[in-house]
């Protein structure tokens, strides 16, 4: 039987940090959720599914130090959205080194696939100034990097919001219809991340980069056509047009057009065959779209 782990997860009340909780807590290991709001219902469903919920924040790492101590394993994660990129940097490294100092085994951080690349994209660089630093730590750690996040095609919060556009019949993206991009999941990115928690010392030092599948512009929209029974067309424009008002996705946009991920899925299958790893397909039909695609209140 697979030891138990005691895993800190933080951002778990988020996709991606909810997604890696609730991985964890189904195959039977314990999880430590950190959350800044611990009456959210995201909190409180994590907590009747037998999280221990922590209330706190990685600006106050210090806070965090009786948690982390119980710990073995630790997923953390940050994100520039709603901050600056220098405060995402700051606090990923202080997360991560309070985890070393409270001796916790195994640190999984959650990157980007191609930050390693001098991508030139600001929220690519700033994860991967914290990989760097995580490295010269010598403590023992594994780089989970996903490709895109099929789940931005019905979030409502992230600033790259699409379902602004679906609603109109569109799928608005900075690329040629015929440019090809490298989607994942984020339950897969959940169970991947449960993968590397079991596997521990056989994957410490290592850099996975991660994805389920790849389809251009044209055949995302094909998809989301089906899955939401809607008609929706690609529309594709010059990053420059986001130049003004958001940079960072103008630059994501133009190294996504010129260079790209190069995740080679077929051998993440074979390494990972535990992992779902759904198609763009799969995942779209499991979206309740009728209501995602309801007009904003």
Do not use: C
Request: aromatic share 8%.
């Amino acid at each position: 039987m697979q030891q138990p782990r005691i895993v800190f997860v933080s951002g778990a009340t988020g996709k991606q940090g909810g997604a890696v909780a609730r991985a964890v807590l189904a195959r039977g290991h314990k999880v430590i959720a950190l959350t800044r709001y611990p009456t959210s219902d995201a909190a409180k469903e994590l907590a009747a599914s037998g999280a221990e919920i922590v209330t706190g924040n990685f600006g106050e790492p210090n806070s965090l130090k009786e948690a982390l101590a119980q710990s073995d394993t630790v997923y953390a994660m940050g994100t520039p959205f709603g901050k600056s990129i220098e405060q995402e940097v700051r606090e990923s490294i202080d997360l991560i080194e309070t985890a070393h100092e409270a001796g916790v085994g195994h640190i999984i951080y959650g990157s980007a696939a191609g930050a390693d690349q001098n991508s030139d994209v600001p929220h690519f660089d700033s994860k991967y100034r914290v990989e760097r630093h995580l490295a010269g730590l010598r403590t023992e750690y594994t780089i989970s990097a996903p490709t895109g996040f099929m789940d931005l095609f019905a979030d409502r919060t992230n600033p790259m919001i699409f379902l602004e556009g679906l609603r109109r019949g569109e799928l608005r993206m900075g690329l040629p219809g015929s440019r090809p991009v490298q989607y994942v999941a984020a339950t897969d990115i959940g169970a991947f991340v449960a993968e590397l928690v079991e596997r521990r010392e056989s994957v410490f030092g290592q850099r996975f980069q991660i994805a389920g599948d790849e389809l251009t512009g044209k055949q995302t929209a094909a998809v989301l056509s089906r899955a939401s029974g809607r008609a929706i067309s690609y529309v594709g424009f010059e990053p420059d047009a986001l130049r003004s008002h958001n940079p960072n996705f103008a630059k994501m946009f133009e190294w996504l057009n010129s260079v790209g991920y190069s995740v080679d899925r077929n051998a993440l299958r074979q390494e990972f065959p535990k992992v779902r790893w759904h198609s763009l397909e799969e995942w779209a039909r499991l979206q309740d779209w009728q209501v995602l695609l309801a007009p904003a209140a």
